[in-house]
């Protein structure tokens, strides 16, 4: 390793260490063995829940009191009891999730979760494996029929 690739490799040291802190691992094993340094090189990501699943399941009456309203939990941020079910996140404080529900990103995901999901019919549809006479039906018109 060369003078200038040694001082090109540390520029961005705030994204490592945020990346390292939203790693999830798979299994015990891999917390115990190796470092969170390499757990990032692989690639192993925390991921969030999909729009899709979002919008069937936790946007629901029923469902997103349940979710706004969970008991404590001492190994979730806030102890659980911030929690935005539009961008399906926890948050330390209320004034946190209040700042994060002005916030672009959270107007983004709500914007995102208006449009209907994909359904499988369509996904084969567009693919051309699906029957051309047969109509489609969308998501929001299924989700509609379900809270009837």
């Not at 260490?17 to 969170?36: D, E, G, M, N, Q």
């Not at 190994?75 to 330390?92: D, I, N, R, S, T």
Request: hydrophobic letters at 35%; a positive charge.
């Amino acid at each position: 390793m060369g003078r200038l690739r040694r001082s090109r490799t540390h520029k961005a040291q705030r994204d490592v260490h945020r990346a390292s802190r939203t790693r999830v691992c798979r299994s015990l094993h891999v917390i115990f063995c190796i470092k969170l340094t390499a757990v990032a090189r692989l690639g192993w990501q925390a991921r969030t829940r999909d729009l899709d699943q979002i919008q069937l399941h936790d946007l629901d009456p029923k469902v997103r009191e349940k979710l706004e309203r969970q008991p404590l939990d001492f190994e979730k941020p806030g102890l659980a009891q911030h929690y935005c079910v539009e961008c399906a996140k926890y948050f330390e404080t209320d004034h946190a999730l209040n700042t994060h529900w002005k916030s672009k990103v959270h107007k983004r995901r709500c914007k995102a979760l208006k449009e209907p999901a994909y359904t499988i019919e369509e996904a084969e549809w567009a693919a051309g494996l699906g029957r051309e006479d047969k109509k489609l039906t969308s998501t929001l018109q299924v989700v509609k029929e379900v809270q009837m």
